[in-house]
């Protein structure tokens, strides 16, 4: 046998074996989708790892072919709905399956179908067991769809498998999520316009909407009941103040059942809004609770200060300037502030004009903050999260670095000085903070100052999302000359600080003062940062480390390879602490998992809830927890009346449930506090407490009857207090 007929027969058992692991790794990565015609499912998951008792989020994923679609919960006239049946490992829990808002199809022969297109997905809550099996654990759906296009009609079927490791979670598929969670429809809230059911004729039920634009599309798709379909929906002629009526016709004549379904508000294909109401809800739904819809009396018992009114813009304004003025005195702003008060001190001597324009720099850093922040506002009114800048890990590690250098800088550590040809230009600028550093100084303090949203600021930044791209704009100017305001009269005015001690050694002594305070600064922030893991901890303080030493490196002024090794040691510290550390998800509390389902079964029992949100970054949520919620009179009063305490979490991004009840109570920024009393359909949304106020408002509960829970109730009490 010649080496070159051996050498053949080799290369061949080669690719032989090459292309079977290549079937396999093919076989072994497609067990989590299947496509079937004209629809492929995906079995997707929000978790990298499964941690115990920490739920996570798993969806099928339904990607249509151009000309195909598949059906709603409810299909319509004939077709079959879309069915998901969840194949857990014991003692895993599945909550209720969320669906996406369809589109109402009329398909020759005048048959209507609630329908999907394009692409879907079908997602719910998986909760596991306080103890997981070893090894991976696999989590299977079988998923079931009838798929048409204009001629045909065939059954789609597939198994799908999906194994995730035990251990520590991070985020996946995030982007998935949040694109069908945002278009899942809301079941906690009525909608923000008055929907009024009419039950009274035989053969027939009809939906009477009004609060709506006339110019914008409404919709109502029912809930299936057993053996009963309703017809085709009519719409009357639409009023000019946007009134309508959508009116089923009911072929086996039972109106009086208590018929459920989403009414949806935007046209096909754009941004749609939906909201689960319920005929047995009452003969009117109340509007989405929101700050401004807070009766004036409630509003002013339980905080102090009344909320902005919607109906002045003038008022927002002057609100959102007294919230800009607010902030300066806010716990994380105050050290800032002092150290400002210290570099105008520092320069008492110079020039009035020059002092006047330091100022005018640090008033356009903090503008140019706030104008950014109304351009994110503007073009992404849905998504803004106020109080972003300590959510994300990222920003938030960055934000650490800088506090730690600056209050390095202050203790003398390093300073920034020039030499060679460009001392005599730019090294008087950087001793004396030249306009660029008064610039980026209004930047920072701004970034500071937003970590604790101020009572009046909330309002005015809640109103905001509603409003148009001017009145956005308006609305942040008028926070931002709130917030200037001090600096500006300081430097206009530098005769003013002449009440202010004369300079000398007491200033150096301050300097280093602040700069301890700026490491407190650090430390609080860090403490926030610790909430991700020990891994992040342990990567971020090696980090700092790494960032101190760069910082005396940089401060001895030796040779010009000192310099580039303090400038490099930071890069190399980051990749070798950080990088796959730092955004480790913070584990999720038990008060997260299901708030929006608490909520409802509390109200159902008929039991009083409270809500605060909170996050550990903000420090009004701390002291309003420490002065107010945790004080004995207020404890003492929801144990008498058996008041559901519910704790929501927004430290982290990675909670969307959180975001959208915010959002859903015209709220974008923190503390908040929901007050559902029974018996009203409206709750109390605030901004801020008093002990007496709440007290108030908690006396006004009946106190329950001495009795035995039923096993719903006990549900419900079930939160941590």
Same mark, same amino acid.
């Given at each position: 046998?010649?080496?070159?007929?051996?050498?053949?027969?080799?290369?061949?058992?080669?690719?032989?074996?090459?292309?079977?692991?290549?079937?396999?790794?093919?076989?072994?990565?497609?067990?989590?989708?299947?496509?079937?015609?004209?629809?492929?499912?995906?079995?997707?998951?929000?978790?990298?790892?499964?941690?115990?008792?920490?739920?996570?989020?798993?969806?099928?994923?339904?990607?249509?072919?151009?000309?195909?679609?598949?059906?709603?919960?409810?299909?319509?006239?004939?077709?079959?709905?879309?069915?998901?049946?969840?194949?857990?490992?014991?003692?895993?829990?599945?909550?209720?399956?969320?669906?996406?808002?369809?589109?109402?199809?009329?398909?020759?022969?005048?048959?209507?179908?609630?329908?999907?297109?394009?692409?879907?997905?079908?997602?719910?809550?998986?909760?596991?067991?306080?103890?997981?099996?070893?090894?991976?654990?696999?989590?299977?759906?079988?998923?079931?769809?009838?798929?048409?296009?204009?001629?045909?009609?065939?059954?789609?079927?597939?198994?799908?498998?999906?194994?995730?490791?035990?251990?520590?979670?991070?985020?996946?598929?995030?982007?998935?999520?949040?694109?069908?969670?945002?278009?899942?429809?809301?079941?906690?809230?009525?909608?923000?316009?008055?929907?009024?059911?009419?039950?009274?004729?035989?053969?027939?039920?009809?939906?009477?909407?009004?609060?709506?634009?006339?110019?914008?599309?409404?919709?109502?798709?029912?809930?299936?009941?057993?053996?009963?379909?309703?017809?085709?929906?009519?719409?009357?002629?639409?009023?000019?103040?946007?009134?309508?009526?959508?009116?089923?016709?009911?072929?086996?004549?039972?109106?009086?059942?208590?018929?459920?379904?989403?009414?949806?508000?935007?046209?096909?294909?754009?941004?749609?809004?939906?909201?689960?109401?319920?005929?047995?809800?009452?003969?009117?739904?109340?509007?989405?609770?929101?700050?401004?819809?807070?009766?004036?009396?409630?509003?002013?018992?339980?905080?102090?200060?009344?909320?902005?009114?919607?109906?002045?813009?003038?008022?927002?304004?002057?609100?959102?300037?007294?919230?800009?003025?607010?902030? /300066?005195?806010?716990?994380?702003?105050?050290?800032?502030?002092?150290?400002?008060?210290?570099?105008?001190?520092?320069?008492?001597?110079?020039?009035?004009?020059?002092?006047?324009?330091?100022?005018?720099?640090?008033?356009?850093?903090?503008?140019?903050?706030?104008?950014?922040?109304?351009?994110?506002?503007?073009?992404?009114?849905?998504?803004?999260?106020?109080?972003?800048?300590?959510?994300?890990?990222?920003?938030?590690?960055?934000?650490?670095?800088?506090?730690?250098?600056?209050?390095?800088?202050?203790?003398?550590?390093?300073?920034?000085?020039?030499?060679?040809?460009?001392?005599?230009?730019?090294?008087?600028?950087?001793?004396?903070?030249?306009?660029?550093?008064?610039?980026?100084?209004?930047?920072?303090?701004?970034?500071?100052?937003?970590?604790?949203?101020?009572?009046?600021?909330?309002?005015?930044?809640?109103?905001?999302?509603?409003?148009?791209?001017?009145?956005?704009?308006?609305?942040?100017?008028?926070?931002?000359?709130?917030?200037?305001?001090?600096?500006?009269?300081?430097?206009?005015?530098?005769?003013?600080?002449?009440?202010?001690?004369?300079?000398?050694?007491?200033?150096?002594?301050?300097?280093?003062?602040?700069?301890?305070?700026?490491?407190?600064?650090?430390?609080?922030?860090?403490?926030?940062?610790?909430?991700?893991?020990?891994?992040?901890?342990?990567?971020?303080?090696?980090?700092?480390?790494?960032?101190?030493?760069?910082?005396?490196?940089?401060?001895?002024?030796?040779?010009?390879?000192?310099?580039?090794?303090?400038?490099?040691?930071?890069?190399?510290?980051?990749?070798?602490?950080?990088?796959?550390?730092?955004?480790?998800?913070?584990?999720?509390?038990?008060? /997260?998992?299901?708030?929006?389902?608490?909520? /409802?079964?509390?109200?159902?029992?008929?039991?009083?809830?409270?809500?605060?949100?909170?996050?550990?970054?903000?420090?009004?949520?701390?002291?309003?927890?420490?002065?107010?919620?945790?004080?004995?009179?207020?404890?003492?009063?929801?144990?008498?009346?058996?008041?559901?305490?519910?704790?929501?979490?927004?430290?982290?991004?990675?909670?969307?449930?959180?975001?959208?009840?915010?959002?859903?109570?015209?709220?974008?920024?923190?503390?908040?506090?929901?007050?559902?009393?029974?018996?009203?359909?409206?709750?109390?949304?605030?901004?801020?407490?008093?002990?007496?106020?709440?007290?108030?408002?908690?006396?006004?509960?009946?106190?329950?009857?001495?009795?035995?829970?039923?096993?719903?109730?006990?549900?419900?009490?079930?939160?941590?207090?």
């Amino acid at each position: 046998m010649s080496p070159f007929s051996a050498l053949s027969r080799t290369a061949r058992l080669l690719i032989a074996v090459v292309c079977g692991l290549l079937l396999l790794a093919s076989a072994s990565a497609q067990e989590n989708t299947a496509t079937v015609r004209a629809v492929t499912a995906t079995l997707l998951a929000d978790t990298t790892a499964i941690e115990p008792g920490k739920p996570f989020t798993v969806g099928v994923r339904f990607d249509i072919d151009p000309g195909w679609d598949i059906y709603w919960q409810f299909a319509g006239d004939i077709a079959m709905p879309t069915k998901l049946q969840w194949d857990l490992p014991p003692g895993f829990t599945a909550g209720p399956l969320q669906w996406p808002l369809p589109d109402a199809h009329m398909a020759d022969g005048d048959i209507l179908g609630y329908v999907y297109t394009g692409q879907t997905m079908l997602f719910a809550q998986i909760t596991p067991p306080a103890q997981l099996p070893s090894g991976p654990v696999p989590i299977k759906a079988k998923a079931s769809w009838q798929m048409c296009d204009a001629q045909r009609c065939e059954q789609g079927d597939a198994k799908l498998a999906l194994n995730l490791p035990p251990g520590p979670a991070q985020p996946a598929n995030a982007d998935v999520f949040n694109k069908w969670r945002a278009q899942a429809p809301t079941a906690t809230f009525a909608p923000p316009f008055a929907v009024k059911w009419d039950r009274s004729k035989d053969k027939e039920f009809s939906l009477q909407i009004k609060g709506v634009a006339k110019d914008t599309p409404v919709e109502f798709f029912p809930f299936p009941m057993p053996g009963l379909k309703p017809g085709h929906p009519n719409i009357n002629a639409i009023a000019d103040d946007g009134a309508r009526t959508i009116t089923f016709p009911l072929e086996d004549g039972k109106p009086n059942l208590p018929w459920r379904g989403v009414v949806v508000t935007g046209k096909e294909g754009g941004q749609r809004e939906g909201w689960i109401v319920s005929a047995d809800a009452g003969a009117a739904a109340t509007p989405a609770p929101s700050i401004a819809s807070t009766s004036t009396a409630a509003s002013q018992t339980l905080s102090g200060p009344p909320a902005a009114s919607k109906g002045s813009l003038l008022w927002t304004l002057f609100i959102a300037f007294v919230g800009g003025l607010i902030m /300066n005195i806010m716990p994380c702003v105050l050290p800032v502030i002092t150290l400002k008060i210290y570099g105008f001190v520092n320069q008492a001597g110079e020039a009035p004009g020059r002092v006047f324009r330091l100022g005018l720099a640090f008033s356009g850093g903090v503008f140019a903050f706030f104008l950014t922040l109304a351009v994110f506002m503007a073009n992404l009114r849905g998504a803004f999260n106020w109080g972003y800048q300590l959510q994300n890990p990222y920003l938030l590690a960055t934000v650490i670095s800088l506090v730690f250098l600056f209050g390095l800088s202050l203790l003398g550590v390093f300073e920034v000085a020039l030499t060679g040809g460009a001392t005599s230009t730019l090294g008087e600028l950087s001793s004396k903070e030249g306009y660029g550093g008064a610039f980026l100084h209004g930047l920072f303090t701004t970034l500071l100052g937003t970590s604790c949203t101020a009572p009046f600021l909330g309002a005015s930044l809640s109103y905001a999302v509603t409003q148009s791209v001017p009145i956005i704009f308006l609305i942040f100017i008028a926070i931002a000359t709130g917030m200037c305001l001090p600096y500006f009269l300081l430097s206009a005015h530098p005769a003013w600080m002449r009440f202010l001690p004369k300079p000398g050694m007491w200033m150096e002594r301050a300097k280093q003062v602040m700069g301890f305070i700026m490491l407190a600064i650090a430390a609080w922030l860090f403490g926030v940062f610790a909430g991700r893991g020990p891994d992040a901890v342990a990567g971020m303080s090696w980090f700092l480390v790494i960032l101190g030493f760069a910082a005396w490196l940089f401060g001895l002024h030796g040779h010009w390879i000192t310099r580039v090794a303090a400038l490099a040691l930071p890069i190399a510290g980051y990749w070798f602490f950080l990088d796959g550390n730092i955004n480790a998800a913070k584990p999720a509390e038990a008060s /997260n998992a299901g708030i929006e389902q608490r909520i /409802n079964a509390a109200r159902a029992a008929g039991v009083p809830v409270f809500i605060d949100f909170t996050a550990d970054w903000c420090p009004n949520c701390k002291f309003y927890e420490k002065t107010v919620l945790r004080s004995d009179a207020i404890q003492t009063k929801f144990r008498e009346k058996e008041v559901v305490f519910i704790k929501a979490d927004w430290t982290n991004t990675d909670d969307p449930e959180v975001t959208r009840l915010l959002k859903s109570y015209g709220a974008v920024g923190i503390p908040l506090y929901v007050f559902y009393r029974p018996g009203e359909s409206q709750p109390l949304v605030k901004e801020s407490l008093t002990k007496s106020g709440l007290l108030e408002e908690l006396d006004k509960v009946k106190s329950p009857p001495a009795k035995s829970l039923s096993s719903n109730e006990k549900a419900a009490k079930t939160a941590e207090n």
